[in-house]
T-cell receptor
Framework: DAGVIQSPRHEVTEMGQEVTLRCKLISGHNSLFWYRQTMMRGLELLIYFNNNVPIDDSGMPEDRFSAKMPNASFSTLKIQPSEPRDSAVYFC???????????FGDGTRLSIL | AQRVTQPEKLLSVFKGAPVELKCNYSYSGSPELFWYVQYSRQRLQLLLRHISRESIKGFTADLNKGETSFHLKKPFAQEEDSAMYYCALSGEGGKLIFGQGTELSVKP
């Protein structure tokens, strides 16, 4: 298995633009987690899904952020409109079930100018 | 409140020296704790899980419920151990609560 696959690896865009980050889960995994990593705040959970259903989105910063799981193996995290303070590395992780070890993707390094 | 504390932002040791990366947690239930490692600009990788009670790359970690700690230890550090280490607690629903991370630097 190729592991969790995220795309793009890097994204540079101007503020106000819509940004879409993508994540492909490991086959057979039922739980999906989106994290954001910054120097100031470290690793923060944004949202997580179990069996395609959002369970906890309390970490989503504001309404500009949204996440979906259109099917069991794929998820998107969208920021619209983007702002410079959204610049960070965004990680996606999946696990077989909740409370099982999570497997992380390589992350998307996002820079909003 | 669920919380993970890693008091040291940076730990610098010489090759061959013992290493202990500290982690304390706050959790009302029965905790599940993990150590993840992130080598330079790479993805986070699971290093240890407390219920496995195993040693990976020479690292061990013991859960001490009395002290609410899960410190990571290695008797002899190697240069390739230099990385960011994150202690994490599995909370409700399986979401991971991470500590702020400790950067381990092993000098030759």
């Amino acid at each position: 298995d190729a592991g969790v696959i995220q795309s793009p690896r890097h994204e540079v865009t101007e503020m106000g633009q819509e940004v879409t980050l993508r994540c492909k889960l490991i086959s057979g995994h039922n739980s999906l987690f989106w994290y954001r990593q910054t120097m100031m705040r470290g690793l923060e959970l944004l949202i997580y899904f179990n069996n395609n259903v959002p369970i906890d989105d309390s970490g989503m910063p504001e309404d500009r952020f949204s996440a979906k799981m259109p099917n069991a193996s794929f998820s998107t995290l969208k920021i619209q409109p983007s702002e410079p303070r959204d610049s960070a590395v965004y990680f996606c992780a999946s696990s077989l079930q909740p409370r099982q070890p999570q497997h992380f993707g390589d992350g998307t390094r996002l820079s909003i100018l | 409140a669920q919380r993970v504390t890693q008091p040291e932002k940076l730990l610098s040791v010489f090759k061959g020296a013992p290493v202990e990366l500290k982690c304390n947690y706050s959790y009302s239930g029965s905790p599940e704790l993990f150590w993840y490692v992130q080598y330079s600009r790479q993805r986070l990788q699971l290093l240890l899980r407390h219920i496995s009670r195993e040693s990976i790359k020479g690292f061990t970690a013991d859960l001490n419920k009395g002290e609410t700690s899960f410190h990571l230890k290695k008797p002899f550090a190697q240069e390739e151990d230099s990385a960011m280490y994150y202690c994490a607690l599995s909370g409700e629903g399986g979401k991971l609560i991470f500590g702020q991370g400790t950067e381990l630097s092993v000098k030759p």
